[in-house]
């Protein structure tokens, strides 16, 4: 069975530092897609990056990136030059394409300090 | 820990037809969060409870979906009448409160012919 184990429930950090948030899956399967969401407290979903299993180049969406390491089962999230309005609740999962089964991570709350 | 309990894991009915998503939270949590998820929107919040009670449904889509949470240990999303727009996987997720982290359940696949 898929797994997705964000191991960190919650982290603080300065403003303008760089944070990496971290995510490890467990899957006998070998094309998978991966995602990390952002909640912030408004609650609604906010898709902020996503990778296939099948492209070794890690994804990339302006101050995001992930550093997939799939032999690993990693997917961590590094946010660069922290921004008060990063402060939410980050999700993990993991999508299954032949059968679009999604399995999520507990999250981790991140806050940003000023 | 058994987990947050989603039922009916698939669901294929035909358009025009009431559909009742069920979720049963882990013990003691006291938020419950229902979230749907499709390959084109992603996933989206519809509504979410604290202590039993609707804090926001902004998320939800129209007056056919509707919630409730009539104990602390139960809660349901209708849609009545359903349309094929309404395919997709449902999820429940609760938590101990509504910004501690969540547990999410198997997700309802349904399917509106």
């Not at chain 1, 590094?78 to 399995?103: E, H, N, V, W």
């Not at chain 2, 939270?25 to 202590?51: A, C, D, V």
Request: contains cysteine; hydrophobic residues 35%.
């Amino acid at each position: 069975a898929q797994t997705v184990t964000q191991s960190q429930p919650e982290m603080s950090v300065q403003e303008a530092e760089t944070v990496t948030l971290s995510c490890t899956y467990d899957t006998s399967e070998s094309n998978y897609y991966l995602f990390w969401y952002k909640q912030p407290p408004s609650r609604q979903m906010i898709l902020v990056i996503r990778q296939e299993a099948y492209k070794q180049q890690n994804a990339t969406e302006n101050r995001f990136s992930v550093n997939f390491q799939k032999a690993a089962k990693s997917f961590s999230l590094k946010i660069s030059d922290s921004q008060l309005g990063d402060t939410a609740m980050y999700f993990c999962a993991f999508m299954r394409p032949r059968d679009d089964k999604i399995i999520f991570g507990k999250g981790t709350r991140l806050h940003i300090l000023p | 820990d058994a987990g947050v309990i989603q039922s009916p894991r698939h669901e294929v009915t035909e358009m025009g037809q009431e559909v009742t998503l069920r979720c049963k939270p882990i013990s003691g949590h006291n938020s419950l969060f229902w979230y749907r998820q499709t390959m084109m929107r992603g996933l989206e919040l519809l509504i979410y409870f604290n202590n039993n009670v609707p804090i926001d449904d902004s998320g939800m889509p129209e007056d056919r979906f509707s919630a409730k949470m009539p104990n602390a240990s139960f809660s349901t999303l209708k849609i009545q009448p359903s349309e094929p727009r309404d395919s997709a996987v449902y999820f429940c997720a609760s938590s101990l409160t509504d910004d501690q982290p969540q547990h999410f359940g198997d997700g309802t696949r349904l399917s509106i012919l």
